[in-house]
Structures are given as C-alpha cells and as structure tokens.
C-alpha cells in the first residue's frame, strides 16, 4: 500500500503562484509515475501533469505547459507542482497520484490517490 497526501492548497488572485506537495509514504518502491490531476466543479477529473520518477522525464497537458512545472525528490518520496500565472479556470481539487509504470495521462491508469488539495483562484 502506498499512501498519498497533498498540501499547498489556498486562494490565490489571478496571476498568483501555488505551490501543490505530495508526499508518499509505504511501499514507495512501487512508484513509477506520480501524477497530478484536476477536478473542477461539475467536471470530470483531468489530467494535468506526470513524472518519471526515476527518470526525472514528464508529460503535460497544453493548458500547463509553460505555466506549471512539476519536480520531484527522490530522498523524500515528494512530487511538487509550482503553479504560476494562475487563472480562474484552475480553481479546482488537485489531486495527487501515482502508477506502477511509466508517463501517462489516463486515469485509469493510476492506482493510488490522494484526498485532494482545493485551489481556489480569484479575478
């Protein structure tokens, strides 16, 4: 088991910055891929961004790129996402995640989750 637990959530005006930790704890030997994912309100769970674990390399959707940068420390079981250039449509729960293998973004892919973080961006 592999347990998952985000912060670094708030509220944040438009053109802010956020950074999102998540930290694992348990079998982390079985990571591959950690993974952060989205879910506004009234909307399906997204996702937003990955990292190898191992290999440091990572995957993003377009409306990251440029403005998100996912990290990761190994020593710590840590993956960081620093958000920067927040708008209002990025108000949602960030969630955490991670599979046994490498980048991807289907969601079903993913095995274990965190309990969410809320980012809340204001105009």
């Known amino acids: 088991q592999v347990q998952l637990v985000e912060s670094g959530g708030g509220v944040v005006q438009a053109g802010g910055s956020l950074r999102l930790s998540c930290a694992a704890s348990g079998r982390t030997s079985s990571i591959s891929t950690m993974g952060w994912f989205r879910q506004a309100p009234g909307k399906e769970r997204e996702f937003v961004t990955a990292?190898?674990?191992?290999?440091?390399?990572?995957l993003y959707t377009d409306s990251a790129k440029g403005r998100f940068t996912i990290s990761r420390d190994n020593v710590k079981n840590t993956v960081y996402l620093q958000m920067n250039s927040l708008k209002p449509e990025d108000t949602a729960v960030y969630y955490c995640a991670f599979r046994t293998y490498g980048l991807g973004s289907s969601l079903s892919s993913y095995d274990y989750w965190g309990q969410g973080t809320q980012v809340t961006v204001s105009s």
């Open positions: 990292i190898n674990f191992e290999a440091g390399s990572t």
